[in-house]
């Protein structure tokens, strides 16, 4: 069963079409990896998933509910952090457990206490006294303590130290190890979420560029090096860009075969952020 | 026997982002060229699922996969409430996939002595040399002599 089916979905403010057509959808148990430059339309997905915005037109679905009409007791399933994360700023971790508990039927307690506890978080201070990464980190440990189906996370690690992301990392790892968790998650720390997406979608100026398996993502694109103007058998791979350098070209092709044999090329597999630069780092080739 | 512990474990595990091979065959592979090494001593325990994933910053379910995969062709066991192990017996390939194994590892030694000048006879009683060391004189070698055998593993 898929947990979040997002089909046709287009999204205007104004005259700005900032979503368009865009459709995915998340099976139980995996791990999407929303990625996109700022502006992208990353956050108005988001807000659509999250019943704060009404889409222009498509339909989005969670937990195979509609969200819009039926958000409150969706989300009673759904475990987020949001890219700005908000709570009173008088009220301390404790207190906001105490309060979030009457919210989720499932709530783990002590499993909050631990998390906050390997996090570092003092669970006394109020919320407007913590540091950015320890707001983020309190907001995760709440997400996790209502035990939810799907956890929705927008950048959970902007603005983090590596230890604080590396922390967050961890527990998402933990609990999609110890419960299976489905996760849909956007992010720019294309490193940290190389290992842990299933599948990855890339926006570009509202459109989904690529929506994708990682394992056959990274099959496909491929690094070439080779002589300036010797371009034969280039066409079929797909290139998607051309550097020229002093020694040669360099050219980024994204239909990788494996049978393409020239002795003059060098080839290199690219990493999910060499990728992802390759296809949106030129403005200009919309 | 010196053996590798759960952090050399998952230290010589550490995939490598830029390879072209999904993630979960990096990890089959890593494993398997541990234990052929003798690194991971027929029995030992690996580090479980969870703490894996962890360590390597990867999805358990691509860990999972990877042990799956090495159950299934008799190199991990697991026992149940206990934990997974490297099973008690060398696995059982076919004449023709150990061969085809034997032959890609025998290559690149044969191209590294062939680039570093050395001769037909040094080379093959360096692997002597190599032999003996594996089968008997573990307990003599340092973990970083030991490390240098078990952090290359192929790229194919």
């Known amino acids: 069963m898929d947990l979040v089916a997002i089909e046709e979905l287009s999204v205007r403010y104004g005259r700005r079409l900032v979503l368009d057509r865009v459709s995915l959808s998340v099976p139980e148990g995996s791990v999407y990896v929303l990625l996109g430059r700022n502006g992208a339309g990353k956050s108005s997905l988001v807000r659509c998933l999250l019943g704060e915005q009404r889409p222009g037109s498509g339909r989005v679905r969670l937990l195979d509910g509609d969200v819009w009409s039926g958000r409150a007791a969706l989300l009673r399933e759904v475990g987020v952090v949001p890219e700005e994360p908000d709570a009173p700023p008088s009220m301390n971790a404790r207190q906001l457990a105490r309060f979030c508990s009457g919210l989720y039927p499932s709530w783990d307690g002590a499993g909050f206490a631990a998390r906050l506890e390997r996090f570092g978080v003092p669970p006394g201070l109020p919320f407007g006294q913590l540091s950015k990464g320890q707001k983020g980190q309190v907001t995760l440990s709440l997400a996790l303590a209502g035990s939810p189906r799907l956890l929705i996370l927008d950048d959970p690690t902007l603005g983090l130290d590596p230890v604080a992301r590396r922390a967050v990392f961890d527990e998402l790892i933990v609990d999609l190890a110890d419960r299976g968790t489905t996760v849909f998650l956007t992010s720019h720390d294309l490193a940290g979420v190389e290992g842990i997406a299933d599948r990855v979608g890339i926006l570009r100026g509202g459109r989904l560029l690529v929506d994708e398996e990682m394992d056959t993502l990274k099959q496909r694109f491929r690094r070439l090096r080779l002589p300036t103007g010797d371009g034969e058998g280039l066409e079929a791979l797909e290139p998607v860009s051309v550097t020229t350098r002093g020694w040669g070209s360099e050219v980024v092709v994204a239909g990788w075969d494996e049978s393409f044999a020239r002795d003059d090329v060098e080839v290199a597999a690219m990493t999910l952020e060499e990728i992802f630069l390759s296809l949106v780092g030129q403005e200009g080739a919309r | ?156």
């Open chain 2, 1 to 156: 026997m010196l053996l590798l512990s759960y952090t050399h474990v998952s230290r010589s595990l550490r995939i490598d982002p830029a390879d072209p091979r999904p993630i979960w065959r990096q990890i089959e592979e890593n494993v398997r060229h541990l234990v052929a090494s003798g690194a991971l001593a027929y029995g030992a325990p690996v580090p479980s699922v969870r703490d894996l994933a962890r360590d390597l910053q990867v999805n358990p379910a691509t860990v999972s996969k990877a042990y799956q995969r090495l159950t299934d062709t008799g190199v991990l066991t697991v026992k149940r409430g206990e934990g997974t192990y490297v099973s008690d017996s060398p696995p059982d390939f076919s004449p023709r996939e150990r061969g085809k194994r034997l032959l890609q590892g025998a290559v690149r030694y044969a191209s590294l002595a062939v680039t570093l000048g050395a001769d037909r006879d040094e080379t093959r009683g360096t692997l002597e040399d190599a032999w003996s060391n594996l089968a008997g004189g573990a307990e003599e070698q340092t973990e970083e002599e030991r490390e240098e055998w078990t952090s290359s593993p192929s790229k194919s």
